[in-house]
């Protein structure tokens, strides 16, 4: 049987030394993205899609990424489109084993001069769930177990307000509106990222879906390192970027902003992705979720983040947002693992 | 304080049951006594879910020729004590969509064929091994009586014989799960789309992935 040794950190310790890129008693296993499933919400009564617009459900809903998972945080903002429905988005609410999305083939926003966040922004009932669940898990968790709050980035409003086509169109034919675009968009991320550190949040996560795919590292350099740099000096809290998909090429750029870590895709080795930061952020991840999480067994889950910790990779979870039918003991066995690697040198 | 049920691993999930409330029920697959055992749990506490649970597991042992496991009357085992993984997980679909109220019977060995206008039969020959046969001849008659064999094959994992035949690598007898499967085995490309399409829900897509509702 692992002896494993006594850990000397709380879990919210643990975490903001992580984004600190301090010394930690263990790597901590942190979610900047939703580990929420269909059988975590039938434990605690708080199934999609109500979980994301009731702030006890959501918040009963995320503390069992704690209290059921073992993860040193708790992240109820699950779904990417609370900031979308505030600003006026028709919405695919889904049912309990789907997510809600936008309806981008149905735009708001057809030209920058479109672009409006409205004064009772943070007041809309889809933004005031997310505080409220902050403040709820303040008061549950203390400070126990950090709580890491999501405000979603220009460029994926941009996507969801204009369709994800116009928007990369414009993105291509004209610059100077982009990025005018962009500017008047990123007020929306700072307005939600404040009111969640405001509730309580320890840090926040920032999805900027620029991703590989469509999104060059030019672009990233062109639109939103930045912005992303701004960020990073207006709001208070340690902010995570998350960008899916091959992002290596990118992670310098990322690396200069000024943001606490970057949460990483596993289209993205661990090994390659701290050599190409070299130390100047934390990188949070980046155990995969279509194949491992959700289709494999825990000796794959093991291997995954035995592979991120043997790179330094300085806190271990899911790639992103997990799909809801992941079985339990994958989650579970992440921080098993992460637990029997230490004990492992520790003796 | 944790909740988490010790069952072993998961290996079929029905996200949401319309028959109760929308509750998850997810079948648990473990090794007791070197037989593979299974457990059809839900996490849910609403009222029925537990009703809900025990009526899936019977409708396994009726319909598959499930037994209950002699220490622990909600694992399940196949007289065999084997795995039959794909046919387990299709079997446990299968009684997750009839609802509490509706009386269980094991289903016929055999099958009216819309496509043929036949009805293919599948006999026990024993040891295992299965012949589908059918009620007409011909070419037609040989040609979807040799896809209902193929059918049966990939949704049971069973060996392919001779042209109509194959056999449980057990050589066990299973005709109750013969029974089930026949019906898939007419059209087995419905059946694995439908198995993908249920597997593919839940993943999130970041938005330029997305499809258009």
Redesign the interface.
């Known amino acids: 049987m692992t002896t494993h040794p006594a850990e000397t950190m709380s879990s919210r310790e643990r975490v903001i030394a992580a984004l600190r890129r301090q010394p930690v008693d263990r790597t901590a296993v942190c979610n900047p993205t939703s580990v929420a499933t269909v059988e975590l919400m039938d434990m605690v009564e708080a199934p999609f899609p109500v979980a994301n617009r009731d702030p006890e459900l959501m918040a009963a809903l995320a503390l069992t990424g704690h209290t059921e998972l073992g993860f040193d945080s708790v992240m109820p903002v699950f779904s990417i489109i609370q900031e979308s429905s505030a600003l006026g988005c028709n919405m695919q609410w889904e049912q309990k084993d789907n997510w809600p999305t936008v309806r981008m083939r149905e735009p708001i926003w057809k030209d920058v001069d479109d672009i409006r966040i409205p004064n009772d922004f943070l007041a809309h009932p889809d933004m005031r769930c997310v505080t409220d669940a902050i403040v709820m898990l303040r008061r549950q968790l203390g400070d126990e177990v950090a709580i890491i709050g999501k405000t979603m980035g220009p460029w994926t409003l941009g996507y969801h307000c204009f369709g994800v086509e116009p928007f990369l169109l414009m993105s291509l034919d004209d610059q100077a509106k982009t990025k005018l675009a962009l500017e008047r968009m990123k007020e929306a991320t700072i307005l939600f990222g404040q009111a969640q550190i405001d509730a309580g949040a320890d840090a926040l996560t920032l999805p900027d879906h620029a991703t590989g795919d469509l999104v060059s590292a030019d672009y990233y350099l062109r639109y939103l390192k930045d912005l992303h740099i701004e960020f990073a000096e207006r709001l208070s809290v340690p902010l995570i970027l998350h960008i899916c998909g091959r992002t290596v090429d990118r992670m310098g750029y990322i690396a200069e902003t000024g943001m606490a870590a970057f949460h990483f895709d596993s289209k993205n080795k661990p090994a390659e992705s701290m050599e190409a930061v070299d130390g100047r952020i934390a990188l949070i991840g980046n155990i995969n979720n279509p194949e491992t999480l959700f289709a494999k067994g825990p000796e794959e889950v093991r291997a995954e983040v035995y592979a991120n910790l043997e790179a330094g990779v300085q806190a271990i979870g899911p790639e992103c947002a997990i799909p809801l039918q992941t079985p339990i003991e994958n989650l579970t066995e992440i921080v098993r693992a992460v637990r029997d690697w230490h004990a492992a040198r520790a003796h | 304080?944790?909740?988490?049920a010790e069952l072993g691993?998961?290996i079929e999930?029905v996200?949401?049951d319309p028959h109760c409330h929308?509750?998850?029920i997810?079948l648990y697959r473990d090794v007791a006594d070197q037989a593979v055992e299974f457990t059809a749990f839900?996490?849910?506490?609403?009222e029925g879910a537990v009703e809900r649970v025990g009526f899936v597991n019977q409708a396994m042992k009726v319909l598959g020729g499930l037994e209950a496991s002699p220490d622990a009357p909600d694992r399940l085992r196949f007289p065999c004590g084997q795995d039959h993984r794909r046919a387990v997980q299709r079997l446990f679909m299968d009684a997750c969509k009839i609802a509490s109220s509706t009386p269980l019977e094991p289903r016929a060995m055999n099958i009216f064929d819309k496509k043929s206008q036949l009805t293919m039969i599948a006999t026990s020959e024993g040891g295992g091994r299965y012949r589908v046969t059918s009620d007409g001849t011909g070419p037609e008659a040989e040609r979807r009586i040799d896809a209902v064999t193929r059918g049966l094959v990939r949704l049971a994992e069973l060996e392919s014989l001779e042209t109509g035949a194959a056999s449980f690598p057990c050589g066990y007898t299973h005709d109750r799960l013969v029974g089930l499967l026949l019906k898939r085995a007419l059209n087995v490309r419905v059946a694995m789309r439908e198995a993908e399409a249920a597997?593919a829900?839940?993943?999130?897509a970041?938005?330029?992935?997305?499809q258009?509702?």
């Open positions: 304080m944790a909740q988490i691993r998961r999930l996200s949401m929308d509750i998850t997810g839900s996490y849910s506490r609403r597997a829900r839940g993943i999130m970041a938005p330029s992935q997305q258009a509702p």
